[in-house]
């Protein structure tokens, strides 16, 4: 066999050594697919955006009212929406104007633009 030979020859066990090795890993294993990879990208950033966005996702300053069957603003926003904005909109200034009586300053200002994304929510629907 010459050197030509068993070099093609090594050369090839080489590739199917690596080959082998390379089928085991599973983000190799399966064609990449572009679109596939984009369009799941985009599921789940709507998804985090929607959880994100949505001011009933979260409580500032405590657990008390995620911890009820049916929170409060689940009764306001069965109201018609001029109700629903007075009310969130109430509450907006009602934080903003006890800031630093009762909490931190920085948690009733929390509070009160917790408010206002409620309020942003309600007008962003009535468009």
Do not use: C
Request: glycine content about 8%; cysteine-free.
């Amino acid at each position: 066999m010459s050197e030509d030979d068993e070099f093609q020859l090594l050369e090839k066990r080489l590739n199917q050594q690596k080959e082998k090795q390379m089928s085991n890993l599973p983000w190799v294993a399966q064609p990449y697919n572009l679109q596939e990879h984009k369009e799941a990208i985009e599921e789940r950033r709507g998804s985090i955006e929607h959880e994100v966005r949505t001011a009933n996702a979260k409580q500032v300053g405590g657990t008390h009212y995620k911890k009820m069957g049916v929170e409060p603003w689940d009764v306001i926003d069965t109201w018609p929406v001029e109700q629903r904005i007075g009310a969130y909109r109430a509450g907006a200034l009602k934080y903003i104007m006890r800031m630093g009586s009762k909490d931190m300053s920085e948690q009733e200002i929390g509070k009160g633009i917790h408010y206002l994304e409620k309020l942003l929510e309600v007008l962003k629907e009535r468009r």
